[in-house]
Every structure is written in structure tokens, then in C-alpha cells.
């Protein structure tokens, strides 16, 4: 199992230019999410989708959006981006067994998105 | 709502000293809580969560926790350091209210010292 892969590692881009990051998993969750990290602020939750066909805003979602594709793909869009956009990208799965289970099911990280905006 | 907060955002201590990182949570409801591990440039592993069943939890890498509820503590020990547990340590509590998605502390970044 590769796990939770993301593309690209690293990317850099000059403001207003569009890039989607892709996210996929082997692990047949139901949830995936995708943070930003920056320094000192831990990781935030800008979307995430509870199941295919479903997404939702998570605490930063403004300037993104998301496509969950099918089970195993969840992809972020930046339509234009600013440098305040400028931060790591992580995705995550959880498999979410049933009502009630997902609160303590584990997530799993892929390995980031290094993305500068200039 | 629910939230952690994570005290100290750099501990450094010496190669075999006792590892001590402290997180506080707060909540309504009786929480599930947390601890991931960053090695640099890499993604997010779990270390260790707490899911109300015993209060001492045990993980990964010789780290264990211990659930508080009445100082709303969950801080995580390892009775002896070694050089590659320098890493970031992130606490995260599960939002009982959205579908159980986590909610981080802002992290400690550990230094092992030779």
C-alpha cells in the first residue's frame, strides 16, 4: 500500500496563476481532507469530504476549491493564487467505520505540497 | 467548541532526559484526543490516541499519555530521549460536532541535545 500520495512535492507560482494539487489514497477511506500548514499556527482544515460526492468548508476555505473525484482522489484547486497562499499542503484519509466510529478512527497524512506563491 | 492548546513551542532537553509535553484540552463533551508525530519534511504519523476506554495510553517509540480530566490534560512523556525523536509534536482533538474532524494545537518542536 503506497498509502496517501500527493502531486506535486514542490511547486512554485506567481500570483494569479491557477494549480490544482492532487491527493489520492489505496486505503478505501470514505474521508479525506486537506490542511495547510504554516509556521506556528499548526494545521487548519480547508475542506474536506466525508464521502464520495460530498465535500465541505473546513476553518480556511476561502480561495480554494475541491473535486473529489471518486473514492480514491480528492484534488485542491487554487484559482488564483496570492501569496498568503504561500504554506505545506497536506492530505489526509480516515476510514470512518460507521456512525459514531469515525470520532476515533485514525488519520492518515501524505507526505505534503511545498507551495510558494510569488 | 472545542479546542487544544499545546504549551511551549520549542522544548529542548538532553539526549536520555525525560520528555515532557504538555497539552491542554478544552470541551464539553468527553473528548478523543490526540498525538501526532512531524519528522522534518515529512507528512503526519500518529503516535498515540485516546478514545475513553484507559486513561494511560500507550503508543509508538516508547511515548505514553495520560488522559486528565480534571486538569483537561493529555500530556505526552517518554522516560528517556534519543536523538530521532526530534521531530514536531502536534495534540488534536476530535470535534464531536463536525463529523469528528481534528483540531490541532499549533505543535511543539522538540531538540534532542547531545
Known amino acids: 500500500n503506497a498509502g496517501v500520495t500527493q502531486t506535486p512535492k514542490f511547486q512554485v507560482l506567481k500570483t494569479g496563476q491557477s494549480m490544482t494539487l492532487q491527493c489520492a489514497q489505496d486505503m478505501n477511506h470514505n474521508s479525506m481532507y486537506w490542511y495547510r500548514q504554516d509556521p506556528g499556527m499548526g494545521l487548519r482544515l480547508i475542506y474536506y469530504?466525508?464521502?464520495?460526492?460530498?465535500?465541505d468548508k473546513g476553518e480556511v476555505p476561502n480561495g480554494y476549491n475541491v473535486s473529489r473525484l471518486n473514492k480514491r482522489e480528492f484534488s485542491l484547486r487554487l484559482e488564483s493564487a496570492a501569496p498568503s497562499q504561500t504554506s505545506v499542503y497536506f492530505c489526509?484519509?480516515?476510514?470512518?467505520?460507521?456512525?459514531?466510529?469515525?470520532?476515533?478512527?485514525?488519520?492518515?497524512f501524505g507526505p505534503g505540497t511545498r507551495l510558494t506563491v510569488l | 467548541a472545542q479546542s487544544v492548546t499545546q504549551l511551549g513551542s520549542h522544548v529542548s532537553v538532553s539526549e536520555g532526559a525525560l520528555v515532557l509535553l504538555r497539552c491542554n484540552y478544552s470541551s464539553s463533551v468527553p473528548p478523543y484526543l490526540f498525538w501526532y508525530v512531524q519528522y522534518p519534511n515529512q507528512g503526519l504519523q500518529l503516535l498515540l490516541k485516546?478514545?475513553?476506554?484507559?486513561?494511560l495510553v500507550k503508543g509508538i517509540n516508547g511515548f505514553e499519555a495520560e488522559f486528565k480530566k480534571s486538569e483537561t490534560s493529555f500530556h505526552l512523556t517518554k522516560p528517556s530521549a534519543h536523538m530521532s525523536d526530534a521531530a514536531e509534536y502536534f495534540c488534536a482533538v476530535s470535534d464531536r460536532g463536525s463529523q469528528g474532524n481534528l483540531i490541532f494545537g499549533k505543535g511543539t518542536k522538540l531538540s534532542v541535545k547531545p
Open positions: 489526509a484519509s480516515r476510514t470512518d467505520r460507521g456512525r459514531g466510529w469515525g470520532h476515533t478512527d485514525t488519520q492518515y
Open positions: 469530504s466525508a464521502s464520495e460526492g460530498t465535500t
Open positions: 485516546y478514545t475513553s476506554a484507559a486513561t
